[in-house]
């Protein structure tokens, strides 16, 4: 059986999974959208904010209230593997991954969890 220490570093080598996520409330089809280097932990955060009343976006937080958690899934809507570089950053390509899902879903107010695009 493997030690607490040796779990931990197995876990700290595991490669992390990397891209874009959703928040979608089935219910009214509401979404967030955002980009992380690790999403599984990026789930665990939203969900604990979420059940703690700390969760940053205030109508996902007052919709996940009023409609209880079993109206939510999170999902991963794409993948970014990390280049093979020692001093790769993904921070640049997450951030455009990104910016193609917002332009392709729109999850903006009133149908979405973002707020509202200003218009110049």
């Given amino acids: 059986m493997k030690t607490r220490k040796e779990l931990k570093k197995e876990y700290l080598r595991t490669p992390k999974e990397m891209g874009v996520y959703r928040i979608r409330n089935t219910l009214n089809n509401r979404s967030y959208i955002a980009a992380s280097i690790d999403i599984k932990a990026r789930f665990n955060r939203h969900r604990m904010s979420l059940k703690t009343n700390n969760e940053s ?20 809507l794409d993948r970014l593997t990390p280049l093979e570089k020692p001093d790769y950053d993904p921070t640049e390509d997450l951030k455009t991954l990104e910016a193609l899902w917002l332009e392709k879903l729109q999850p903006y107010e009133p149908t979405g969890y973002h707020p509202a695009k200003k218009t110049e």
């Fill in 57 to 76: 976006v205030k109508a996902l937080h007052t919709e996940w209230l009023k409609y209880g958690e079993d109206a939510f899934e999170f999902e991963i």
